[in-house]
């Protein structure tokens, strides 16, 4: 089973951009679905993108980030990306990867993921 490792955040203006990366730390990204959720405190995780594992590697956004945030893999190094621009406050959260073998939908079904990483806190001020 592959393991997840995300790296980027941090802090940024309302209006900016921040890249988030998650790299397979054991395993590879072959075949699987990968996606980005993120979690504010007392609240669920939110699917925020993901992105299929064929040659199209078709994207598939949540609808509050559509427009703003784009997701990227690159199957030959094991990374994912989300680079997310035009920042709001509401999308301070932390993020997480995850990976499935389960076929990708825009229905980011938190429990059809088996893989997840540890987590990276995005915030966005004002």
């Known amino acids: 089973q592959v393991r997840l490792v995300e790296s980027g955040g941090g802090s940024e203006h309302s209006g900016g951009s921040l890249k988030l990366t998650c790299a397979a730390s054991?395993?590879?990204?072959?075949?699987?679905?990968l996606a980005w959720f993120r979690q504010t405190p007392g609240t669920r995780r939110e699917g925020v993108a993901s992105i299929d594992s064929g040659g199209s590697a078709r994207p598939y956004y949540a609808d509050s980030v559509k427009g703003r945030f784009a997701i990227s893999r690159d199957n030959a190094n094991n990374i994912l990306t989300l680079e997310m621009n035009r920042l709001k406050p509401e999308d301070t959260a932390t993020y997480y990867c995850?990976?499935?073998?389960?076929?990708?939908?825009?229905?980011?079904?938190?429990?059809?993921?088996?893989?997840w990483g540890q987590g990276t806190q995005v915030t966005v001020s004002s």
């Open positions: 995850a990976a499935t073998l389960w076929v990708c939908t825009g229905s980011f079904k938190e429990s059809n993921f088996d893989a």
């Open positions: 054991e395993g590879t990204f072959r075949g699987y679905c």
